[in-house]
């Protein structure tokens, strides 16, 4: 048994996904699936109900996976304590594009010997990950006024995010300067799944409502690249949304990324970190609030 066959177990078991935990593990999904298939021989038991429309964690997959967090977790404690000095861990989600390159940037002239190791991970299991010990903070993204902390952890609003309409380029609402959410009433939303971003379906899906209209579910994707994919297409014109700075390093000539019109959309980005957290962490949260891209 080895620690990346538990990681990529780990992943599937979170994603219930293979692709999306190969693209978390920034590895093929053929790799994934195949070490997942030598964990399950060495166990002797199958870990997945594997069918074309679903995969789920059979009995014996539940049982493992918290032992499995467990071993994961103590390995990156001993890694830890050889390495983590001079190293800050920071938990990262799609979409923050330039606004992380900045603070990056801010930071390192802050702290230029510290170094910043990112870490993707759906956000509770990066909550969890701070409230361990494995991540010294995290980006947290949260409704209007941002997350709530949990007990021990402490969440500081450190931007405010605008959402951007994304829709077939040829599409007639493309022209425009920007877009009415009841202008899209008559196209699909192709939306991630609420248990992937309650805050983010909540906004969208409420600015529908506020707007006369239930959205008509369009075909949901893996990833956010693969939807773009697909409305790109323009076979069947549909819309989602994508924050402002992710849609700045998407380079796409079959989308159209459109403001929505006055108040707009958008959400708060927070960093989240232990209470007790260091003077390491305060430079960090110093250089998220000091580099320019923050907007309360």
Request: hydrophobic share 45%; with cysteine; charged share 20%.
């Amino acid at each position: 048994m080895e620690l990346r066959q538990l990681a990529y177990f780990v992943s599937v078991a979170e994603e219930l996904h293979f692709g999306r935990a190969a693209e978390r593990q920034h590895i093929v999904q053929s790799a994934v699936s195949q070490q997942v298939r030598r964990l399950e021989r060495e166990l002797g038991a199958e870990l997945f109900d594997r069918s074309p429309r679903h995969v789920r964690l059979t009995p014996a997959g539940e049982r493992l996976l918290p032992e499995a967090r467990a071993v994961l977790a103590a390995a990156e404690r001993a890694r830890a304590a050889v390495t983590r000095r001079g190293t800050l861990r920071i938990g990262t989600s799609t979409g923050l594009g330039a606004h992380l390159d900045r603070v990056l940037g801010t930071y390192a002239q802050l702290a230029p010997d510290i170094t910043v190791e990112l870490v993707s991970a759906p956000p509770e299991e990066r909550l969890r990950r701070v409230r361990d010990g494995r991540l010294d903070a995290t980006f947290l993204r949260g409704g209007v006024d941002g997350p709530k902390p949990a007990p021990g952890l402490r969440a500081v609003r450190v931007w405010r995010e605008p959402l951007l309409a994304a829709v077939p380029v040829r599409h007639p609402l493309a022209a425009g300067p920007d877009i009415a959410v009841a202008d899209l009433a008559g196209l699909p939303l192709s939306l991630t799944a609420r248990d992937n971003h309650p805050a983010l379906v909540d906004l969208v899906v409420g600015a529908c409502h506020e707007a006369g209209f239930e959205p008509t579910p369009g075909p949901t994707s893996g990833t956010l690249q693969d939807t773009l994919a697909t409305i790109g297409t323009g076979t069947t014109p549909m819309w989602t949304v994508v924050y402002a700075s992710h849609a700045q390093v998407v380079h796409s000539p079959r989308i159209a990324f459109v403001p929505f019109r006055a108040p707009g959309l958008a959400l708060a980005t927070s960093l989240v970190t232990r209470a007790d957290a260091d003077q390491t962490l305060a430079l960090f949260l110093e250089a998220c609030l000091n580099s320019d891209d923050h907007d309360f």
